[in-house]
């Protein structure tokens, strides 16, 4: 299947700085990036969609100036934490995708453990 | 009404034996389904796509049931290794983006 590569796998900040998280497709060009936060026991949740060349599109609850996403090649996404406080520790997941004719299948970066201290 | 809904278990079953998930969706327009396996602290995974005509991979089925608005999946044979979570997840009609169900924590044990 196709790669994701997502860096760093873990990072450790402290509060208030910021943390910017890299989600690259290795083998093929993603029109979609989605970005997902994962607490502990419970299930992924959406944060935005990005298509490259546009602004992100944010999910409800989701602060778009807390959480900058950048989408600005077909093989690269990334998101920046601004102003990381402890509540933002989270698991942080991209996974990308291509529209052809239909959707087809999402593939995952290893995921960010970030933790805030 | 959550956009997909799963139980999520745990389900305890010793090894050999049948279980079954299964997820309800709530737009009736959903034209893509997959499971998604998810171990301890790493990234989902894709287990199969669900087609309409339902799609069986090995000891795994899934299921489409349109008129009743889920999905099921279905494993035989049960080994350790397929100790996870299960993660249902549906393309809703028209959105560009994947809905993930809370998924279903299987535990195999011997």
């Known amino acids: 299947g196709a790669v994701v590569s997502q860096h760093p796998s873990r990072v450790i900040c402290k509060s208030g700085t910021s943390v910017k998280i890299e989600c690259r497709s290795l083998?093929?060009?993603?029109?979609?990036m989605f970005w997902y936060r994962q607490f502990p026991k419970q299930s992924l949740m959406l944060m935005a969609t990005?298509?490259?060349?546009?602004?992100?599109?944010?999910e409800q609850g989701v602060e778009k100036d807390k959480f900058l996403i950048n989408h600005a090649s077909l093989t690269l996404s990334t998101l920046t934490v601004t102003s990381a406080h402890p509540e933002d520790s989270s698991f942080y997941i991209c996974?990308?995708?291509?529209?052809?004719?239909?959707?087809?299948?999402?593939?995952f970066g290893q995921g960010t453990r970030l933790t805030v201290v | 009404r959550k956009e997909v809904e799963q139980d999520p278990g745990p389900f305890n079953v010793p090894e050999g034996a049948t279980v079954a998930f299964n997820c309800t969706y709530s737009?009736?327009?959903?034209?893509?389904f997959f499971w998604y396996r998810q171990d301890c602290r790493k990234e989902p995974k894709l287990l199969m796509s669900?087609?309409?005509s339902g799609n069986e991979d090995g000891r795994f089925t899934a299921q489409l049931n349109r008129a009743s608005q889920y999905i099921s999946l279905l494993i035989r044979d049960s080994k350790l290794s397929d100790s996870a979570t299960y993660l249902c997840?549906?393309?809703?009609?028209?959105?560009?983006?994947?809905?993930f169900g809370t998924g279903t924590r299987l535990q195999v044990f011997p």
């Open positions: 996974s990308a995708s291509w529209m052809g004719q239909g959707w087809t299948e999402a593939f």
């Open positions: 083998d093929f060009q993603a029109t979609t």
């Open positions: 990005s298509n490259e060349g546009s602004k992100a599109t944010y």
């Open positions: 737009n009736s327009a959903s034209q893509s």
């Open positions: 669900v087609y309409s």
């Open positions: 997840v549906v393309n809703p009609s028209g959105a560009d983006k994947l809905i």
